[in-house]
């Protein structure tokens, strides 16, 4: 299944990357804050870190949930739950939610990763090529 790559950087710009299932492989038994080389994705000189995902039937990853597997979780304002149901009445709301473990294995759809280093080379990569004016 192939991996949607999602690359921002702290200027707040935002790269997309679809990787095809056999590269996507190299991916596979990552974790949630593992720092990436950009050369794996074919930009030299970047530096990418996991910070997040989901399957592929959109339940997020979670960072403390190990291995690759689905649970419910009984968790407050976090990943996995924004927290708009907490009132001034409800100071500690907890909800059960179903939320990914933080490996990436073959049924991770998309993948979060945070740009570290590098990030002008990046912005170069995808800037769009100038056509020629026309006289």
């Known amino acids: 299944m192939a991996i949607k790559l999602v690359m921002g950087t702290k ?3 935002t790269f ?7 590269e996507a492989e190299s991916l596979y038994g ?3 804050g593992e720092e990436l080389n950009g050369e794996m994705f074919g930009y030299s000189g970047v530096k990418l870190s996991i910070s997040g995902g989901s399957d592929a039937q959109g339940f997020p990853m979670r960072k403390d949930l190990t291995g690759t597997n689905r649970k419910s979780l009984l968790i407050a304002k976090s990943t996995g739950f924004k927290g708009k149901l907490r009132g001034k009445r ?6 059960k ?4 473990g933080n490996t990436v294995h073959e049924k991770t759809h998309q993948l979060n990763l945070k740009v570290t280093e590098g990030a002008d080379k990046l912005e ?11 006289e």
Not at 90 to 95: E, N
Not at 97 to 100: E, I
Not at 124 to 134: G, T, V
């Open 11 to 13: 200027s707040g710009k």
């Open 16 to 22: 997309q990357k679809e990787l095809s299932s056999t």
């Open 30 to 32: 990552r974790v949630l």
């Open 90 to 95: 409800f100071g500690g709301l907890r909800i």
């Open 97 to 100: 939610r179903t939320v990914a």
């Open 124 to 134: 170069a990569a995808f800037a769009p090529a100038e056509e020629p004016a026309a």
